[in-house]
């Protein structure tokens, strides 16, 4: 069992109402000794929409992928309402727990990927209800009227009994985007939703995001689509090399970036 070092106080639970609240604290991540993420913290309120901008290879989906444990940490921590996903803590240190346990705990974070990840075998409906069902929160009857409803959420009515190969790129996204709510997460993950869409089919997945940004649900996104960072955002998060160099306002960061990073990065993709 692995142990990761606390870098700051140690987490602890807090009230339920907070729903949603992400709290990343001094997380460094290595591979094959090269650092991806160094000592980054960073604080999600429940209900908050924050876009997360940055170079590639800069550490933005390393740094997603922390949130539900898709990555460990080598040191520092991130909870959930307070709640430690990967991990229990003793004494001092994080001791990462078995897969079940894990796997129970990651509910709680739903993840929408950039290339979708659909059972190819299953509807459209079957893949929406595989997870609730399986982890017995719904019978399969049940199950099938929820994948439903949240196929009219993401306006895929009539795609009930498609399978993806009977799909466009944005319709298995949308899909993606459904299964993800399924399991009625408190903070919902975004790895780049639309880098593998072709140009015309991304503007309906964008729609779909700008609902659920509406509806109160904490989402974090990795974007390179600007546009769409500054409309739906509440704060926009700037990463390079590993470091979170500036948070704040998308009127703060694309208006007036304090860093001279943040300065050049922008004034090549804007």
Known sequence: MSATTLAHTAPVSTDAATRG??????????????????????????GEVVAIL???????STLLRTINHLESVDRG???????????????DKLFELKEKDILKRRTQVGVVFQNF????HLTAAENIAKAPVALKRV????????ALGLLAKVGLSDKAD???RQLSGGQQQRV???????LTPKVLLFDEPTSALDPELVGEVLDVIRDLAKLGTTLIIVTHEIGFAREVADRIVFIDGGHVLEVGTPAQVFGSPTHARTKEFLGKVL
Not at 77 to 91: A, F, K, P
Not at 139 to 146: I, Q, R, V
Not at 176 to 182: C, E, Q, V, Y
């Open 139 to 146: 019978s399969k009857s049940d199950g099938h009227e929820l």
């Open 54 to 60: 940055g170079p590639s290879g800069s550490g933005k």
């Open 162 to 164: 498609a399978y993806p």
């Open 117 to 120: 990840n659909l059972f190819p």
């Open 21 to 46: 609240l992400v709290e990343i604290r001094g997380v460094s991540k290595s591979y094959s000794g090269h650092e991806v993420l160094h000592d980054v913290n960073l604080t999600v309120q429940p």
């Open 176 to 182: 993606a985007i459904a299964r993800a709510l399924a």
């Open 77 to 91: 921590w991130v909870t959930v309402d307070g709640q430690l996903i990967g991990y229990e803590q003793r004494g």
